[in-house]
């Protein structure tokens, strides 16, 4: 197209993956892969101490979760990390909500060194609670949410927020500031 700005690889082969072209996934993998890893690291160090996902673990769910959307039409790296972020977020919720549903044994688990949580890292969240809170918060204010999702979710920047949501960067980090009010009172106090 005419006057369009020029496609960067990991867009071409979203846009190539959409509409089917072999190997288009195959070479997206390698692009994505460490921004995956690095998305699910931060995520992960929000949850509990022991929590037994690990970031490889997190990050293969969601893909699977990602690869078996036969209808998504990738537009960019903003949205295909978005949407990655939305799977994360599904896949802890949903191993949550097994391990609350499971109770079983003292909650012990083994974990590598490389994984221990790190001393200073912030306390953890209840990830079913956050995500309750998060979908009446989406009813209230679908950006505000969107825009926590990508902030705290996927990891992205506030000008990586703004660009994946087409919105300005004084809109994010205002959506960002009284979302993070509105889940702190709603979430009682809870960092």
């Known amino acids: 197209m005419p006057g369009a700005p020029?496609?960067?690889?990991?867009?071409?082969?979203?846009?190539?993956?959409?509409?089917?072209?072999?190997?288009?996934?195959?070479?997206?993998?390698?692009?994505?892969?460490?921004?995956?890893?690095?998305?699910?690291?931060l995520q992960l160090r929000h949850e509990r101490a022991g929590h037994t996902l690990q970031p490889t673990a997190l990050v293969h769910e969601a893909f699977l979760r990602l690869v078996g959307q036969s209808r998504a039409q990738w537009q960019n790296r903003e949205q295909f990390f978005a949407v990655a972020a939305r799977a994360m977020r599904r896949v802890l919720v949903d191993h949550a909500r097994a391990r609350a549903a499971a109770k079983r044994g003292d909650g012990r688990t083994l974990i590598a060194l490389d994984e221990a949580p790190d001393p200073a890292a912030p306390p953890a969240v209840d990830v079913l609670a956050l995500d309750q809170t998060l979908d009446r918060l989406a009813a209230i204010d679908l950006r505000q949410a969107r825009v926590v999702e990508l902030r705290y979710f996927a990891g992205l920047s506030a000008p990586e927020t703004a660009a994946a949501l087409e919105v300005s960067l004084a809109t994010v980090n205002r959506d960002w500031a009284m979302a993070r009010a509105w889940l702190f009172r709603e979430l009682g106090g809870t960092p």
Request: charge should be positive; charged fraction near 25%; hydrophobic fraction near 40%.
């Open 6 to 41: 020029p496609l960067d690889d990991l867009t071409r082969l979203l846009v190539a993956w959409s509409h089917g072209e072999p190997g288009a996934l195959d070479r997206l993998v390698p692009l994505v892969y460490g921004q995956l890893r690095r998305q699910a690291r």
